[in-house]
C-alpha cells in the first residue's frame, strides 16, 4: 500500500526559500504522476504543481510560476517541490498526492493517495 510523507516544511521570512519532499514507500513511484497541494487557513485545498511519469510538470497555480518548482529523484522515490521567493500568502499546509496515471490529471479528484501534510509559515 502506497504511503506518501512530506518533510521540509516550517517557518521562513517572506523572500526566503525551501524544499518540501514527499517521500514514497509500499510503492515505486516511478509509473506515477505526483502532485503537491496547498490549502490555507479558511480556503480549500488546491492544486500547485504535478509532474508526471517522464518528468514533465504541469501548473494548477499561476501564482507560482517562475518562484516554484517541481522535481523527482525516482532512486529515491522522492519528489520535491522546490519554494523560493517565498510570499506571505504561500502560507499553508503542503500536501503531496499521487495518482495512478501516468500523466498529470486536470481533474484534481484524479488524485487518491494523499500524505498528511506539512505546515509551511511565510512571516517576519
Known amino acids: 500500500q502506497l504511503q506518501l510523507v512530506e518533510s521540509g516544511g516550517g517557518l521562513v521570512q517572506p523572500g526566503g526559500s525551501l524544499r518540501l519532499s514527499c517521500a514514497a514507500s509500499g510503492v515505486t513511484l516511478d509509473h506515477f504522476a505526483i502532485g503537491w497541494f496547498r490549502q490555507a487557513p479558511g480556503k480549500e485545498r488546491e492544486g500547485v504543481l504535478c509532474?508526471?511519469?517522464?518528468?514533465?510538470?504541469?501548473n494548477y497555480d499561476q501564482s507560482v510560476n517562475g518562484r516554484f518548482s517541481i522535481s523527482r529523484d525516482n532512486a529515491k522515490n522522492t519528489v520535491y517541490l522546490q519554494m523560493n521567493s517565498l510570499k506571505s500568502e504561500d502560507t499553508a499546509v503542503y500536501y503531496c498526492?499521487?495518482?495512478?496515471?501516468?500523466?498529470?490529471?486536470?481533474?484534481?479528484?484524479?488524485?487518491?493517495?494523499w500524505g498528511q501534510g506539512t505546515q509551511v509559515t511565510v512571516s517576519s
Open positions: 509532474i508526471n511519469s517522464g518528468g514533465f510538470d504541469m
Open positions: 498526492a499521487a495518482t495512478g496515471r501516468r500523466n498529470c490529471p486536470w481533474d484534481l479528484g484524479d488524485f487518491d493517495s
